[in-house]
């Protein structure tokens, strides 16, 4: 920005009679296009035709914006109805609502067996992930893997979307249960990255399926068969699970560049 | 009206607005759909010529950055593309209609472009005008609020050009975009392809050679994915005898070409 010209110049410059010589003409014009403040001492000095030319021209395109249709209303994207993604992931999501409420019941009725919402939080966001990030479920694909908002912002921004619904419905069905709240909130985030830095590899289709198999085989069957407590998720696991959430997450912004087009597999 | 930036005027910094040396692009997980082509555009609106199974469509994904080249050098508006180059930029200036491509059919053509302007990135307070602009450039102001499941098929196709110019891009890369349309939506179209070629790079793949020779400056012809020849349309039309196939000069320029190149490929 340049500094302000006098107030003299201006006036010269306003003035046709006056003689103002080009450098300065160039210069006072240069600083007139960024200066709303110039711009309004330049009108005071102007002689009235000027403001009567200007006044002629604001009333006159008033009446063509009055006479023209109306323009087209700015539809928000952030409202809600407009999203694809909302209605698309509501079906997967009412899905896994009605799997933890099952759990949460079981437990009701067999308090002898080990906590199912916790044995089921680590892989209950994992399906939404999926229909995050994925050919097959999102029609506008190739559409949306040569924009430059496709990314991992746009696969974080939906995932996020998934967590919004996943970790309320988690925190209400621990409280019903009476088990501890961070160990079915912190193995559920740490699944929901390490699938999105596996889906890095062998993208995350694939990611989800391998952990989610992973997490059945290991852990979960083998305590529901043995109604015990499985070793991961104990309440001393719970700073462990926080540090590898953490460390995968910045292997996800280490590769964050394999995200640049939409895929299950790349 | 819309207001030019500074940086809408600046001269370019590149020589060509596509640059493919070698340029290698694989179609599924080995086959290697374009091998060895090389290509240089600029500005103008350039046909691309050849028959099934040629490449055309890698091509125009790898262009449209969705695939990254196997090997070669491929160079977008100066910028060379890798699977680890940042693609942002770029792809802010690049237009890109699909073969097919999917929507959502709940949303409205409005709805629809303007999804694409925000995904695009273009800055939001120009968006509902440019969204106007572009569905009034192809011609679908009456629809512009009706669902995208109750458009016919040339409809749809029209929408997806609009999505495709709304950013007004420097590379369009248009795949089939006349199937569908009736014969005065193609004269519209040609005369669309005209206007957007005088200052962006326009690559349009078509089988159809007389839209080629109405709206293209510039012919490029494939086959197995080489280019065998690039060259204006009156060098197309004058590769082309009585003797060869076809009912218009450039169709028998084109039959031509490609039975001149499989003979000697058989060779």
């Known amino acids: 920005m340049t500094t ?42 102007l002689p009235g035709p000027g403001l009567d030319l200007l006044a002629r021209i604001g009333t006159d395109i008033d009446a063509v914006v009055a006479a023209a249709p ?37 437990q009701t009725l067999v308090p002898a067996l080990p906590s199912v919402v ?10 939404g992930v999926v229909v995050a990030w994925s050919r097959r479920h999102d029609p506008a694909w190739e559409l949306l893997a040569t924009t430059p908002a496709a990314g991992l912002g746009m696969l974080l921004r939906r995932t996020a ?41 062998i993208g995350v289709h694939r990611a989800a399926v391998l952990l989610g198999t992973a997490w059945t085989l290991t852990t979960l069957i083998p305590a529901m068969v043995t109604a015990g407590e499985p070793f991961l998720l104990r309440p001393a696991t719970s700073p462990a699970w926080a540090v590898v959430t953490l460390a995968v997450a910045g292997v996800v912004a280490l590769r964050s560049h394999h995200f640049r087009g939409l895929s299950s597999h790349h | 009206m819309r207001i ?32 060895g082509l090389d290509l240089a555009l600029g500005p103008g609106v350039h046909g691309l010529l050849g028959p099934n199974g040629a490449g055309k469509t890698t091509l125009m994904r790898a262009l449209a950055t969705a695939l990254a080249p196997a090997g070669g050098t491929l160079t977008l508006l100066g910028e060379q593309i890798g ?5 942002r930029g770029i792809r802010r200036d ?6 097919q491509f999917g929507f959502y059919p709940r949303f409205t053509v409005r709805e629809f472009v303007e999804y694409m302007a925000w995904l695009k990135e273009m800055p939001g307070q120009g968006v509902p005008s440019a969204v106007q602009r572009a569905i009034d450039r192809v011609g679908l102001t009456a629809k512009a609020d009706a669902r995208m499941k109750t458009l016919s098929g040339g409809m749809l196709r029209r929408a997806g050009i609009a999505q495709a110019i709304v950013n007004d891009p420097a590379v369009l890369l248009l795949d089939e975009p006349t199937v569908g349309l009736d014969p005065e939506q193609r004269l519209d179209f040609r005369e669309l392809l005209r206007d957007l070629g005088t200052d962006s790079c326009v690559l349009v793949s078509t089988h159809l050679v007389e839209d080629v020779v109405a709206a293209c400056t510039d012919v490029v012809m494939m086959n197995e994915g080489r280019v065998l020849f690039q060259g ?36």
């Open chain 2, 83 to 87: 699977a680890r180059s940042d693609l």
């Open chain 1, 161 to 201: 979307a998934v967590l919004a619904v996943i970790v309320p419905t988690l925190a209400l069905a621990t409280s019903g249960t009476g088990a501890p709240l961070a160990l079915a909130l912190l193995p559920c985030l740490a699944f929901t990255t390490t699938t999105i830095a596996l889906g890095t590899f």
């Open chain 2, 4 to 35: 030019v930036s500074a940086a809408e005027t600046a001269p370019p910094t590149y020589h060509w607005a596509v640059h493919a040396e070698g340029l290698q692009v694989r179609a599924g997980r080995r086959y290697l759909a374009v091998d």
């Open chain 1, 4 to 45: 302000h010209p006098k107030a003299e110049t201006i006036a010269r410059y306003a003035d046709r009679h006056a003689v103002l010589d080009e450098v300065t003409v160039w210069s006072v014009e240069a600083h007139l296009e960024g200066c709303p403040a110039c711009r309004a001492l330049l009108a005071e000095h």
């Open chain 1, 70 to 106: 109306a323009p087209p209303r700015w539809h928000r994207f952030w409202a809600v109805q407009h999203r694809w993604f909302v209605w698309h992931l509501a079906p997967w999501m009412i899905m896994t609502v009605a799997m933890l409420g099952c759990a949460v019941l079981l």
């Open chain 2, 94 to 99: 690049l237009g890109y209609l699909p073969q």
């Open chain 2, 232 to 267: 204006t349309t009156a060098d197309l039309i004058a590769h082309g005898g009585p003797g060869d196939a076809g009912d218009s000069p450039a169709e028998r320029g084109y039959s031509a070409l490609l039975r001149r190149h499989r003979a000697e490929a058989a060779r």
């Open chain 1, 118 to 127: 916790t044995l089921l939080a680590p892989v209950a966001p994992l399906p």
